[in-house]
């Protein structure tokens, strides 16, 4: 589970790191990503690569309402081959997205029952933008055209670092062959998975973060203070 990231890098920095045109600031300096909020992502509909804004939750084409999307933020990448809302996005290079991101939050459970979960912030090779591996797909809602996405998940158990945390952690991609690689129209579904598994536990740093991150939507959640817990 995947329910919380950050994305903290600028346009600039985020451009040199994919080579995509990234031309506001709409998605980047993130530090408290929730889902159904727009997100930048990197896809390639036309066989070129290009950043966008996809709405976090996906919402398939058969999709009424939007109002099913917030639990549809993951895919679990042992199923996504199976199941009806992905099924058909995992073999096209076309559907799959690379999710941007710095960091991610995932919680850990109390060894008392009622107490508060811990949240720790999990970043990449000190700390470099990476993307998640992720599926998205355009969607007519009420009679308006919704862009969305979901990340994959993976079982966390070969990453010691995460798995003490949580039993799943998203399917990351943090080298830029990797990337191209997911994006790449030439491999089908069982080749881009193949893409898909734990990221190798020295890769990975988690540390505490400061609880007030259980708070998304507000100016004051929004800054590099929740990165870490309070004294």
């Not at 080579?19 to 506001?24: K, T």
């Not at 600031?25 to 159904?36: I, M």
């Not at 909020?37 to 896809?43: P, Q």
């Not at 398939?60 to 081959?81: C, F, H, Q, Y």
Request: include cysteine; aromatic fraction near 6%; proline fraction near 10%.
């Amino acid at each position: 589970m995947c329910g919380r990231y950050t994305n903290t890098a600028g346009p600039e920095e985020l451009n040199d790191r994919f080579r995509v045109p990234i031309e506001s600031d709409a998605g980047t300096r993130r530090f408290n990503v929730a889902p159904t909020e727009e997100v930048l992502a990197v896809v390639a509909p036309n066989g070129t690569q290009e950043a966008r804004l996809l709405r976090w939750g996906l919402v398939p084409p058969w999709a009424e309402d939007l109002k099913g999307s917030g639990k549809m933020i993951n895919a679990r990448m042992e199923t996504v081959a199976t199941s009806p809302a992905y099924r058909a996005l995992i073999p096209k290079g076309s559907r799959r997205a690379l999710q941007i991101a710095d960091g991610y939050f995932e919680w850990l459970k109390p060894e008392r029952r009622g107490e508060p979960r811990q949240p720790f912030h999990f970043q990449v090779d000190g700390g470099i933008p990476f993307a998640f591996a992720a599926l998205w797909t355009p969607a007519k809602v009420g009679g308006e055209w919704v862009q969305s996405v979901s990340l994959l998940t993976c079982d966390a158990a070969p990453n010691r670092i995460a798995a003490g945390i949580h039993d799943r952690m998203p399917v990351i991609l943090a080298d830029r062959d990797a990337q191209q690689a997911w994006l790449d129209p030439a491999l089908g579904a069982e080749e881009a998975l193949e893409l898909c598994g734990a990221l190798p536990e020295e890769r990975l740093a988690a540390r505490p973060a400061n609880p007030a991150v259980n708070k998304a939507g507000e100016p004051e959640m929004e800054g590099p203070e929740l990165l870490v817990a309070p004294a």
